[in-house]
């Protein structure tokens, strides 16, 4: 089993810049896939970025070229560099992972981006 904890989220102005992270822990051989989501009030959860083993990344549309995400192996840890923030970033961003098989997430963090 995996457990997944977030850090990072916050309230930020328009234009400004957060970087989360995500450590995984627990009893695995290996993640084969990690990544970030987010839900916004009232939408549905959506795929922000995921880093697939061996070194496939994919993002969102709305956010390519603004985030950045990257994995450190050792530390069996994620990052998600957001900038450029908008307001229809605000969200809460939760950490993924895909573990034997089976989809773990975090708790979530919650990302604000207003003036």
């Known amino acids: 089993q995996v457990q997944l904890v977030e850090s990072g989220g916050g309230l930020v102005q328009p234009g400004g810049s957060l970087r989360l992270s995500c450590a995984a822990s627990?009893?695995?051989?290996?993640?084969?896939?990690m990544g970030w989501y987010r839900q916004a009030p009232g939408k549905q959860r959506e795929l922000v970025a995921i880093?697939?083993?061996?070194?496939?990344?994919n993002y969102a549309d709305s956010v390519k070229g603004r985030f950045t995400i990257s994995r450190e192996n050792a530390k069996n840890t994620i990052y998600l560099q957001m900038n450029s923030l908008k307001p229809e970033d605000t969200a809460v961003y939760y950490c993924?992972?895909?573990?034997?098989?089976?989809?773990?997430w975090g708790q979530g963090t919650q990302v604000t981006v207003s003036s």
């Open positions: 993924y992972g895909l573990v034997a098989g089976t989809n773990s």
């Open positions: 627990g009893r695995f051989v290996s993640i084969p896939a």
């Open positions: 880093i697939i083993s061996g070194g496939s990344i």
